[in-house]
């Protein structure tokens, strides 16, 4: 006969509580007692690799690790590397068209005079050598794209590697308050960012009742391949301005509240002024005849210089029998008119004590920026600020996913995690002009997520 | 007229703001009676049951999230940290 572990009961019994109990009065008599080393692990290493794949366009291989260390009974330090390698393809913003379609963007700089020996650039671009001005020392080379007739336009030289980390420390002041502040520094071979946080939680109610408040400023530079181009100037190959920066704070406010001994609520409001290069220096819009819709100009895209994001977050853990179920709303919204709602459901499976399987569904539905347009109309005035990047406009998308984890110690596990991205727009708006009519101006954006994670406390 | 609706704009706003304070009074009257004794903390300490069980896979999600969509922020901090296209 096999024994098995007794699963946890619908109520607190007696011998429960007492244990509970008194591992808490043994732990605050151990903690007194300094020369006897801590039975609890006080290193704890999180490990993760994420492969992402999208039908047709960027794949990314992403290997995290995190490390948290308790200095002593007041003090956690912690730290954490990442690097993301993407490669694949990324759409221009322009729309597709029933004749090819030309795009140039710039691609190298060398001294004038230099002799070219490259003929391609990577996405199988053609390289042509832009006529250098009268008394430049520089010359530029030019990388030349055509995209098929019907073929939603795409830039196939998009490739990076980004090397992200962070630091931070967490200091307990008494029993109920603790601070908590950190540093964290990504850098792209066309972006780098850092950012520094300092936070505050105040304890209530015998524990039940957790007030937190944070602020978080992110300074950001943005140096592209080919320059900054001018807002809504026209897609060339000559090298363009100077590298823009980006600042951006961050407040949030949350409560987390022990509702009873199987639940768990946190609502939180966060707040984001952003100020500075809000524009994807990559991205083009195109303006099509009124008639034919045939595209005439492609245009560098404009975003307002300014924005101001509200998010409000309430999340919801519930532990039945042996399961943990947990919900989660979002409503976001900003002043460029984006509003969007995320719905979030996971249900742990608890099959055994040490194995779980948890599927996960995700819900995310965003209206348009004010400033989208899928094209611009060449009879019409240009308006001061417009972007087809299809991420400002309105569409839902829906996750699915399922886990299975093997927790195997305090604190350590092994985890596997599959998940699928389906996002959902309109590719035939009903104002389309001529030939955009029979054209998806939208297409639907698949991915594919695999999870390992690997953590253990010692 | 407009000065009108402005008063009355600003008393709605006031009474807003009252009725929320007196909800959010109501909440942490009501917050006194909620909650778990010490000793019934025992299934809130589990991992599962953490603010954020899983901090690393979470902060991976939201970097898929902030690269394909519009919206940030809620759980954490909104800014990116990143040039994702």
């Not at chain 1, 020996?117 to 520089?138: L, M, R, Y």
């Not at chain 1, 991205?421 to 009519?437: K, T």
Request: with cysteine; proline share 6%; net charge neutral.
């Amino acid at each position: 006969m096999q024994l098995k572990p007794k699963p946890t009961s619908g109520a607190p019994t007696l011998r429960r509580m007492l244990a509970t109990a008194a591992t808490g009065l043994l732990a605050s008599a151990h903690a007194g007692a300094q020369d006897e080393p801590p039975d609890v692990p006080t290193t704890n290493v999180d490990t993760g690799v994420l492969y992402y794949h999208e039908n047709g366009r960027v794949q990314a291989i992403e290997p995290d690790l995190d490390v948290s260390y308790q200095v002593n009974e007041d003090s956690l330090f912690s730290f954490g590397i990442a690097a993301d390698t993407l490669t694949g393809a990324t759409p221009l913003g322009a729309v597709p068209s029933s004749l090819p379609q030309t795009f140039v963007r710039p691609y190298k700089v060398i001294p004038l005079g230099t002799p070219v020996t490259v003929t391609t650039a990577s996405g199988g671009s053609v390289v042509t050598i832009i006529p250098p001005a009268t008394g430049a020392k520089t010359q530029t080379l030019a990388a030349t794209s055509t995209v098929p007739a019907n073929t939603f336009p795409l830039d196939h030289s998009f490739t990076d590697l980004r090397i992200a980390g962070h630091m931070g420390w967490q200091q307990s002041l008494s029993s109920t308050l603790k601070l908590d502040g950190g540093v964290a520094y990504s850098k792209e071979h066309d972006y780098r960012s850092e950012s520094a946080h300092l936070g505050l939680s105040k304890d209530f109610n015998a524990h039940n009742t957790t007030l937190n408040a944070g602020v978080n400023y992110e300074s950001d530079l943005s140096f592209p391949l080919g320059g900054t181009p001018t807002p809504l100037t026209q897609m060339s190959g000559d090298w363009k301005g100077a590298d823009a920066s980006r600042h951006e704070i961050d407040a949030v406010f949350g409560i987390t509240q022990v509702m009873s001994r199987r639940w768990l609520t946190t609502l939180s409001y966060s707040y984001a002024g952003d100020r500075g290069y809000q524009n994807d220096p990559y991205k083009i819009i195109s303006v099509v005849d009124p008639v034919s819709g045939q595209p005439t100009t492609q245009l560098y895209e404009n975003r307002p210089e300014t924005r101001r994001k509200h998010s409000v977050f309430l999340d919801n853990k519930i532990h039945l029998a042996r399961d943990v179920v947990a919900v989660s709303l979002r409503g976001y919204k900003d002043d460029w008119g984006i509003k969007s709602v995320t719905a979030e459901l996971r249900y742990r499976f608890q099959i055994a004590r040490d194995y779980y399987i948890e599927p996960h569904v995700r819900y995310y539905s965003q209206g348009a920026a004010d400033f989208f347009h899928y094209y611009l109309v060449g009879a019409e005035p240009l308006p001061q600020y417009a972007s087809a990047d299809t991420r400002l406009a309105k569409f839902h998308a829906q996750t699915y996913g399922l886990k299975y984890g093997m927790p195997f110690n305090e604190g350590s596990e092994f985890s596997i995690r599959i998940e699928y991205y389906d996002q959902h727009g309109n590719g035939s708006p009903s104002y389309a002009v001529g030939q955009l009519r029979q054209q998806n101006l939208f297409p639907d954006l698949k991915a594919a997520t695999m999870l390992l994670g690997y953590s253990y406390a010692f | 007229m407009r000065s009108i609706c402005r008063a009355w704009s600003a008393n709605r706003r006031s009474e807003l703001i009252l009725l929320l304070c007196g909800a959010a009074a109501a909440c942490l009257g009501g917050c006194a009676s909620v909650g778990a004794k010490p000793w019934e903390h025992d299934l809130l300490a589990e991992r599962a049951m953490r603010v954020d069980s899983y901090p690393l896979q979470s902060a991976m999600d939201d970097h898929i999230y902030f690269s394909k969509e519009a919206s940030t922020g809620g759980r954490s901090y909104a800014g990116g940290g990143c040039g994702c296209n």
